[in-house]
């Protein structure tokens, strides 16, 4: 089945540490995005790519990197920068292009320790 | 940015059509209407999408009025796994081709036996 997995489910974060969230998808999407979830609210743009090697902030960047070396993945790392990194985290892939729906993972709840 | 307006909450009884409203009275005429739902603790799911004329999948039919200010989510038999928040959502067209999709309050459908 094609899809896009997410990976860990749950992660904990201790205090100065970097933490890295695996994002996969075998779709044969070009477009990958990050978003955050915080309880109650909507969806927020952490970082998004359209092609391999390219990738460009979104509208809360800071405190978070990103990489695209390879078509099916794009890794987020929340690094110790981010004050306040409890929060659910969605990764989504799309064929190229402003009207193509997004497809999105099930998500990694992250936790500070 | 098109702002959508969606009611909280609504019920529906098991077997009979969910209909869920939405406002989108500032939309513009290049922006799409699309429709999410989530499950708790789940990533969110993509339905179906739309510009002006109605349009209908495996899924769920989308009815836009003419004047695209307004549109009506239908789940014609609805099941006691529908019962999930429904995001409606103008996608936003803006010059950087982001993409993003910016997701409201939603409404809880909450579908009762």
């Known amino acids: 089945d094609g899809g896009i997995t997410q990976s860990p489910k749950y992660l904990f974060r201790k205090e100065g540490q970097n933490v890295t969230l695996s994002c996969e998808q075998n779709?044969?999407?070009?477009?990958m995005y990050w978003y955050r979830q915080d309880p109650g609210q909507g969806l927020r743009l952490i970082y998004y790519?359209?092609?391999?090697?390219?990738?460009q902030k979104g509208d809360i960047a800071e405190g978070y990197s990103v990489s695209r070396e390879k078509k099916e993945s794009f890794p987020l790392t929340v690094t110790s920068a981010q004050k306040n990194p409890t929060a659910f985290y969605l990764c989504?892939?799309?064929?190229?292009?402003?009207?193509?729906?997004?497809?999105f993972g099930d998500g990694t709840r992250l936790s500070i320790l | 940015d098109a702002k959508t307006t969606q009611p909280p909450s609504m019920d529906c009884a098991e077997g009979r059509a969910a209909n869920l409203p939405c406002n989108h009275s500032?939309?513009?005429?290049?922006?799409?209407v699309y429709w999410y739902r989530q499950i708790h603790s789940q990533g969110p799911q993509y339905i179906i999408h739309?510009?002006?004329n109605n349009e209908t999948n495996e899924m769920a039919s989308l009815i836009i009025t003419e004047d695209r200010k307004s549109s009506t989510l239908i789940l014609p038999h609805a099941t006691l796994r529908d019962t999930a928040v429904y995001y409606c959502?103008?996608?936003?067209?803006?010059?950087?081709?982001?993409?993003?999709?910016?997701f409201g309050q939603g409404t809880t459908l909450q579908v009762k036996p």
């Open positions: 989504a892939s799309s064929i190229t292009g402003v009207n193509q729906p997004q497809h």
């Open positions: 779709l044969n999407h070009d477009a």
């Open positions: 790519s359209q092609i391999v090697n390219d990738f």
């Open positions: 500032t939309i513009s005429g290049n922006e799409y």
């Open positions: 739309g510009l002006k």
């Open positions: 959502i103008v996608r936003v067209a803006d010059s950087s081709n982001t993409g993003k999709l910016i």
